[in-house]
């Protein structure tokens, strides 16, 4: 998330959409955050519904940054991944490949 928060932070003009301003102090905490917690699960659970991020994920501007195409299934599952004790599970194993 904080690649697409850095990523929405020079593209935002481009895109056209603004962001919730609801999501701002989201916005902020990923952007000074390292570690998964409760406060930094629900920004990520909130920024990734606002429409301004989900821009900025859009393919057409992922050559101005490096973003895996399994996004989707990570947010998606943030909630789950963000528990006490997380076990991956064989799906999320599947879905976590890099780029060779």
């Not at 301003?21 to 916005?27: A, I, M, R, S, Y």
């Not at 409760?38 to 101005?64: C, H, K, N």
């Not at 599970?89 to 780029?99: E, K, P, S």
């Amino acid at each position: 998330m904080k690649v697409l928060c850095e990523a929405y932070s020079r593209l935002k003009d481009q895109t056209g959409v603004p962001l919730r301003p609801e999501n701002q102090p989201h916005f902020d905490l990923i952007l000074k955050e390292r570690e998964l917690t409760p406060e930094t699960r629900d920004a990520v659970v909130a920024l990734w519904q606002d429409p301004a991020i989900r821009a900025v994920s859009d393919f057409q501007y992922r050559e101005f940054y490096d973003l895996a195409d399994n996004i989707n299934y990570y947010f998606s599952s943030v909630n789950r991944a963000a528990e006490h004790g997380f076990v991956p599970t064989f799906d999320d194993v599947l879905h976590a490949r890099f780029r060779t």
